[in-house]
């Protein structure tokens, strides 16, 4: 018995990194996982399912939501995870950058949200796990649209969480600290030393750490668990 058989999860972003830990753990878990990313197809993926879907894009979120359901009849899991970073402080930031991330980051979420509460609340439930950061309660210099989305992210999954609790559909969001991924790999090595320095556990994270909280949030066992930020960070907003 897994800790997630008989749900259905759909997972943005999950082309690599985060999401595609996430996506494998979910699956490895027992949940019928559908893994979506900007690709046209990705072969790579196994067992899971695979599904072409730009966050930002309304049509391809009524598409993938559509097809799952007509597939495999319910969505139990959504995990918002795509997402992107502008480097900018706010004074060098274009507007194209701007919409660019707002669209991905803040945008993609509410999508995302909007296309599949409605199912989760005719089925009696559900569990959202909107991915945000640290920098959605802290700051650092600069990647200024990047720190603005991730805030929003926080406080639109405590929105929705108290919006839809009696309907049981249950919103949390997580906040990662320093993860190893390629999005952080082309990062300047500068600016990882000084958050891996500023980590209490003195180095950073994996993917799979931030999959083991996905997992949790989106079982059983998180039953009374909504509106809450899941912060899993070596120790960084501890400070
Ligand atoms: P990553 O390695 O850059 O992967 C991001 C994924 O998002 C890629 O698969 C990318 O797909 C996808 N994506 C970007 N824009 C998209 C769009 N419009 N529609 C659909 N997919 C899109 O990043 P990561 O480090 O795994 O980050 C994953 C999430 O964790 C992000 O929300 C990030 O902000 C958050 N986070 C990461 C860290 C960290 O240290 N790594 C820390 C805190 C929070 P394409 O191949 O199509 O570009």
Redesign the pocket.
Known sequence: MNRLDGKVAIV????????RAIAEALHAEGATTIA????SSDPTFGEIHYAQ????DEADWRRVVTDVLEVHGHIDILVN?????AYEPLHELTIEDWHNVV???QT?VWLGMREVVPHMITQGGGSIVN?????GSAAVGGAHA?HAT?GAVRNMSKNAAITYATQKVRVNSL?????E????DSQAPAVNEYVVSQTPMGRAGR?HEIAAGVVFLASDEASFVTGSELVIDGGYLAQ
């Open positions: 943005t972003g999950a082309g690599r990194g985060i999401g979506t990313s900007r690709a879907l730009d966050v930002a995870n795509a997402g992107i970073i669209a991905t980051n993609g991915i945000s950061s640290i920098w990047y991730k906040h990662p600290g320093f993860i991924t390629p999005l952080t993917p």
